[in-house]
């Protein structure tokens, strides 16, 4: 992947002008007299700033105790945080400044069904790659199993060559463990995997660098599906690739929330079948990088339950943040922007909590921390990462219907938190405190000290 730049960086226009200045009457005209400051008020001052960096309200009596560990267990993928799927309707330019701080690093293409219900254009391709190119995003993109063939894959693998398109990953079909229920019943796994490897040797017969992904299966944990997949063509696919929506939208909210912990169960779950000589007979041996292609709290795109609201974006701030610990190499939201109630930003921008769930996970150190608290994981969950400079960052999630004080021994300065809630979606809300950190009600903060 090419060096990430900011995309503001590239796109912002340069601003140009005269520094205004003072009236002439109002100009001075050689410097001020130095003014002797007496050294008992020197040191005053300096005590008085040094307190100055220590402000906020005390956390006098925590509900819980928060310590982190001093050993990192995880480093975030440069491919994880943020992935999403896009489509051609999504709006990105305009939205540049919005995306900047997710530090997108890579786009899925088409996102959804529209991949299946329509072929690749040169068009669509060279406008998918330029919004790729001004996120700085790795672009992937889906080949079509029930309207084309391999040699019809091969030609857009040439085509992007041609056109210096950049793209390096091919999708082989999107969910085909459902094409028979919309009236292709040849697609069985196994034939599936037939195909993928028709497909495969069709396009590293063009690009031998390609790599390939699949089966991009539903149903998660679809075991006859992946293990029938390993077994056909375990030791030609280069991405293992499983989509997952845990509801339909109608779930109570706790037994929505508490799915988010599957998610590092499914990984460790197909790296184990990859692994496994039995499951996967000609590529265990392989090192084979897992894929979560698409994600979301509901696959009820008509219906913004469970994806427009406060669940939903506490349980993805705790989803993306089992990903980093489950070490997961690749995943993509279902969606950027704007297709239906899936989409960080409705069609007609309005940010949606979602996205600051993805912006507080971005913004964390890439080394994450073992977190010990003193709290049910269904009242609070808490991660930890520590950068180069020494500082923690935490993000706090809070599913209490009421404020919760957390106190945190280790912070001797000021805690400086941001926190969207069920009463504040549309910006964060900042606080400052010392020894700890108030959490709103039904929350997510990031706290830094």
């Avoid at 009236?23 to 001052?45: E, I, S």
């Avoid at 990105?92 to 219900?117: H, S, T």
Wanted: hydrophobic share 45%; proline share 8%.
């Amino acid at each position: 992947m090419m060096e990430r730049r900011s995309p503001a960086a590239r796109v912002a226009p340069v601003m140009r002008g005269r520094v205004p200045t003072a009236p002439a009457g109002l100009r001075r005209t050689t410097p001020a007299p130095a003014v002797p400051v007496p050294a008992a008020l020197a040191v005053l001052l300096l005590v008085a700033a040094l307190a100055a960096c220590a402000t906020g309200e005390p956390i006098d009596e925590p509900d819980f105790t928060l310590t982190v560990g001093e050993e990192a267990v995880a480093v975030a993928s440069p491919m994880l945080r943020s992935g999403m799927n896009y489509g051609n309707w999504m709006i990105v330019y305009q939205l540049l400044d919005r995306y900047e701080p997710l530090d997108i690093p890579l786009l899925r293409y088409p996102a959804g069904n529209y991949g299946d219900d329509n072929l690749l254009t040169g068009h669509a391709l060279e406008r998918f790659v330029r919004s790729a190119d001004w996120l700085d995003a790795e672009p992937m993109v889906q080949h079509n199993l029930l309207m084309g063939d391999p040699e019809e894959a091969a030609r857009w693998v040439r085509f992007a060559q041609e056109e210096e398109l950049r793209i390096g990953y091919w999708f082989i079909g999107n969910e085909p463990d459902r094409y028979a229920i919309r009236g292709q019943p040849q697609w069985t796994p196994e034939y599936y995997a037939e195909m993928f490897r028709e497909y495969a040797a069709a396009i590293r017969a063009v690009d031998p660098e390609a790599r390939i992904v699949g089966p991009a299966v539903t149903g998660t944990p679809n075991l006859e599906w992946m293990e029938a997949f390993l077994r056909g063509a375990g030791d030609v696919v280069d991405v293992l690739a499983w989509q997952w929506y845990p509801t339909d939208g109608t779930a109570d909210r706790d037994e929505a929330l508490a799915s988010a912990v599957e998610v590092r169960e499914h990984i460790e779950l197909f790296r184990s079948l990859a692994g496994d000589p039995e499951y996967n007979p000609d590529g265990w041996e392989r090192e084979i990088p897992m894929f979560i292609s698409e994600f979301g709290l509901s696959w009820r795109t008509s219906h913004g339950r469970l994806l427009t609201d406060m669940t939903a974006a506490i349980w993805l701030a705790e989803v993306w943040a089992e990903m980093v610990i489950a070490e997961l190499e690749y995943a993509a939201y279902f969606a950027l922007q704007g297709t239906g109630g899936h989409g960080l930003f409705d069609s007609g921008h309005f940010v949606r909590p979602t996205y600051f769930a993805t912006r507080f996970v971005a913004e964390m150190p890439e080394r994450w921390h073992p977190v010990e608290i003193d709290a049910p994981r269904a009242d609070l969950v808490a991660y930890a990462a520590r950068g180069e400079g020494g500082t923690t960052e935490l993000l706090l999630l809070n599913k209490r219907e009421e404020p919760v004080t957390v106190a945190i021994p280790e912070a001797r300065g000021t805690v400086r938190a941001q926190s969207v809630s069920d009463a504040e979606q549309d910006e964060p809300v900042e606080t400052r405190f010392r020894g700890g950190v108030e959490l709103p009600p039904y929350s997510i903060t990031r706290a830094v000290y």
